[in-house]
């Protein structure tokens, strides 16, 4: 039986509850573009169809260099999606099929050597489209990883386990990246909440998947190959800084988990000067279930 519409005077009500959390947190959002910086953003939008117009919004008033996206739900960027990318300046790689999953990188400069799944000869990496890289050339060539990690679904679920080889798949793949030698920065939703703080109860989440030991140890494996997690970096590991909440009024109570990670090598992330967590979208009407995470990185020799 379909639901009925709400009322205007609950449409009103939720409005309202959204331009509060918004009020809370208006000073986490970019409020331009960053001159003479490299701009990094990640967001699983949760269907690019959907959001299209709300990536335009974001991209006119942040402007990253590059922008990964997640949960595209598409087999191929729509013509729509990608006119829009190209009249913003943005050159796009995308690996989807059907319905789920699906990632991309959009770029302001020139993108190379792409890799997505189905290229890595890895059959978790090639088992669905959770993983596009290529390099990008900023004024400094960087390769770029948008990756979208498995849910779990259930603990001792084959999803589960999945989930595991993936992270562990992915380790190895960024290992190899960074014996090339040229800088490294992994982006996305990785659904793992990396410790108690980053979640908005820890009883909530008591048997569930995101929070288990075997997880946040796969993620912590994946950092340890001589990844940064730079928001961790500059905010500390109890900050709280969540990226995910519910739909519904998860969001301006604040219960949300921090599950989008934007990890660069050491080198790099030594020149981290800001992160964002972008509510002016996650606030608005219809939005995703997650938020887009922002990272400024000062130029070498700047």
Known sequence: MPRPNPSVSQREARRQRREAALALRETMSPTGPAPDRLRIATWNVNSLR???????????????????????????????AADALDRLGYAAEHVGASSYNGVAIAARHPIEDVVAAGDFGDEHLDREPRIVSCVVRTPEPVRVVSVYVPHGREIDHWHYDYKLSFLDALAARCRRWLDEGTSLVVTGDVNVAATDSDVFHPDAFVGSTHVTPREREALSRLLEVGLVDVDVALWGERARRFTWWNHGIGYSRNLGMRLDVIAADRALAARVEATWIDHVERAAEGPSDHAALIADFHLAGG
């Open 50 to 80: 959907r959001r299209l117009p709300a990536v335009e919004r974001f991209v006119e008033r942040a402007a990253p260099d590059v922008l990964c996206l997640q949960e595209t739900k598409a087999a191929t960027l729509s013509d729509e």
